[in-house]
């Protein structure tokens, strides 16, 4: 995941303040995105930097373009503390993989089903990521994250609950069975 022990920290510090709970969820998206290069380019579209912003993006942020950004924050701590932590703040919370991802890749999708198909363009542009949980699940595989992290975090309480209420039921009904 990320080269260096030093980002970590850093990282784990933005995480937190962005509510993220889990900062190797930022870890693995910024791992997939640029592999933790800083002025990372894409040959096929204005994307650059560690989460890949493109020119209208990085406008948004006040840069002249996607170029700017990463000449002006060319290092990943400056990079990380300046326009990662202040595009994501926009987006926050992030209570899922889901959320934090696609606020990167497709932000509009952010709150989907995780299985609903996204719009033809961008299936075409990304060969093989048909819904937000085929890119999460391409991000965490990436990163070497477990799919459980994720289902325990969206899921892992609540099913936990159920089973404990289950099995509550079926010892109740024996222990009536046998008064």
């Known amino acids: 995941m990320s080269p260096r022990p030093e980002w970590d920290i850093r990282l784990q510090a933005i995480a937190s ?20 290069d800083p002025v990372a380019m894409n040959p096929g579209s204005s994307a650059k ?32 503390e300046g326009p990662v932590f202040n595009y ?10 889901q959320s ?25 542009a990304n ?3 048909t819904t937000p949980q085929d890119y999460v699940s391409m991000v965490n595989r990436k990163a070497g994250l477990a799919e ?12 936990l609950l159920l089973i404990g209420g289950l099995i509550w039921m079926i010892m109740d009904r024996k222990a009536r069975k046998y008064e």
């Open 17 to 36: 303040r962005l509510g993220i709970p889990d900062w190797r969820w930022l870890d693995a998206l910024i791992n997939n995105e640029s592999s933790w």
């Open 148 to 159: 459980a992290l994720n289902v325990s975090k969206q899921w892992g309480l609540p099913v």
């Open 49 to 80: 930097g560690l989460i890949q912003f493109i020119d209208s993006t990085a406008r948004t942020l006040g840069f002249t373009d996607s170029y700017d950004l990463i000449t002006q924050y060319a290092d990943v701590t400056t990079q990380l």
């Open 127 to 129: 060969p093989g990521i």
């Open 88 to 97: 994501l703040n926009k987006f926050k919370p992030f209570p899922t993989m």
């Open 100 to 124: 934090l991802y696609l606020a990167v890749f497709y932000p509009a999708a952010r709150t989907w089903d995780p299985l609903k198909p996204f719009p033809d363009s961008v299936q075409q």
